[in-house]
């Protein structure tokens, strides 16, 4: 096996007014965990190849797409946080980037600034601007942040005095009157990135958007559809790669491949190809997103010689279970798919929120797994609390259930691997 790097661009990030130093350092260091994490898989599909790629190319040939985005007039946008409707940004020609906030690295340069006593993604994603060690950070023209967790809605204060940051209001509850102001909100980010881009958005560019956002899912469904074959095509780190790249992707080419790697996947599935033994534990994972490089649970999963099935999370299911018309014939009508669209979305900042409890005993039932495990952040009070109820619906069903709450620090690795590994005893008896 080659030796694998993430490559360098020193003169354009030098450019882009990063610490140069500093992020050169931790280039060679997330190259290192890639390599150990992914490149040593065995029997992995060709068409991971092209994912490969854009870890290779993480910090280099998608930051040159961005910038001549920006020559072109185009805005880039970045979010956290997937009720921002992605299909307006593209309607005005712009792009929309899915910040990072999965990574140790950064956490240090927030804490300086903010409390230590956060979620560690606020941490991770507001230190990677703090500390000038994130290219998309640097390249974006405005943040559109959200008002889903009282950590974030107060760290987009702080963090617009480094990058603009406007907030969406994202209520708590799914009442009529909840409907009302999110269609005002969505219009209202409308209007902001149109007067950005100087383009007036047409009921053409919404359909056209429409379509290719729905092309996105659509993929990423039929991936999902796929490795819950038993045994599986394809192993839960490489699902969680493509989810995490789908985030930052341009998002025509990123369906188009992930489509070819199903092509594939399908002909595993006919050839009998899988990539553990067919009696290996099948394991879902449910709760808060893993934001890039965040592969902390899938590694320790599959090193005990598990596999996972499903992520019901915004980093998985929740990022593409929902479709919308693509037909609406005029801008009131397709806001109001737009806005419907994202209500469906069941994070936990929701009261009450008894979709997502439906929604995981669904995808568990759908994805054959054999146990549940229930992911968390520390001090995430909502996945945190939700996780109760979770927990209840699982002993009501009989599924075997487990829940962590980490964070990103390696600190709880050997502690964290003992557990899995009891969890997945208690699965084989
Ligand atoms: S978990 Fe909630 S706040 Fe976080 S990205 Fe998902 S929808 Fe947004
Ligand atoms: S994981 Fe929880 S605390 Fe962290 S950003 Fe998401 S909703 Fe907020």
């Known amino acids: 096996m080659t030796h694998f790097e993430i490559k360098a661009y020193p003169e354009m990030w030098k450019d882009l007014d990063m610490d140069v130093e500093r992020f050169d350092k931790m280039r060679l260091m997330l190259g290192e ?22 870890i290779a190319e993480l910090h280099g040939s998608r930051i040159k797409e961005l910038l001549a985005a920006k020559e072109e007039g185009r805005p880039v946008i970045g979010t956290f946080c997937v009720y921002i409707p992605e299909e307006i940004v593209l309607a005005a020609g712009g792009v929309c980037v899915g910040l990072c906030g999965g990574s140790q690295g950064s956490v240090p340069d927030a804490e300086k600034i903010l409390p230590r006593n956060i979620c560690p993604m ?23 942040g959200e008002t889903t967790c009282d950590a974030k809605k107060k760290t987009w204060e702080i963090l617009d005095e480094m990058v603009p940051t406007h907030v969406m209001e994202i209520p708590q509850m799914k009442n009529q009157t909840d409907q009302e102001m999110w269609l005002a909100e969505v219009k209202a980010f409308k209007t902001k990135v149109e007067s950005f881009s100087g383009k007036e958005v047409t009921i053409e560019d919404m359909r056209r958007a429409t379509r290719t ?7 990423l469904q039929r991936l999902n559809t796929l490795r819950h074959t038993n045994p599986t095509p394809i192993s839960g780190k490489d699902v969680l790669l493509i989810e995490q790249i789908a985030f930052y992707d341009e998002p025509i080419r ?10 594939e996947l399908e002909k595993r599935i006919a050839d009998n190809v899988a990539i553990p033994s067919k009696n290996a534990a099948r394991i879902m994972v449910a709760g808060v997103p893993m934001a890039l490089p965040n592969w902390k649970l899938h590694n320790l999963v599959e090193g005990a010689g598990a596999v996972i099935v499903n992520e019901e999370s915004c980093i998985g299911t929740r990022y593409y279970k929902d479709l919308m018309d693509e037909n609406a014939e005029d801008m009131e009508t397709i806001l109001q798919n737009l806005t419907s669209r994202y209500m ?26 054999q146990g549940i495990i229930h992911y968390s952040l520390q001090f995430c009070h909502t996945y945190n609390i939700e996780e109760i109820r979770i927990r209840q619906a699982c002993e009501r069903e009989g599924i075997p259930y487990m829940f962590i709450e980490s964070d990103y620090s390696p600190e709880d690795v050997g502690q964290l691997q003992t557990r899995v590994e009891a ?7």
């Open 213 to 219: 956002m729905n092309n996105k899912r659509k993929a």
């Open 344 to 369: 469906q979305i069941d994070c936990s900042c929701f009261t009450p929120n008894n979709e997502r409890i439906d929604q995981v005993l669904r995808e568990y039932k759908e994805s054959g797994a």
């Open 33 to 54: 965990i890639f390599e150990k994490t992914y490149l040593s898989q065995k029997n992995r599909p060709a068409g991971m190849a092209y994912f490969d790629n854009m």
């Open 254 to 263: 990123f369906a188009r491949e992930v489509n070819e790697l199903c092509d």
């Open 122 to 144: 606020v941490k991770s994603a507001f230190g990677f601007k703090a500390g000038r060690i994130c290219p998309y950070f640097q390249v974006l023209d405005f943040v559109y």
């Open 423 to 429: 969890f997945l005893e208690q699965i084989g008896e």
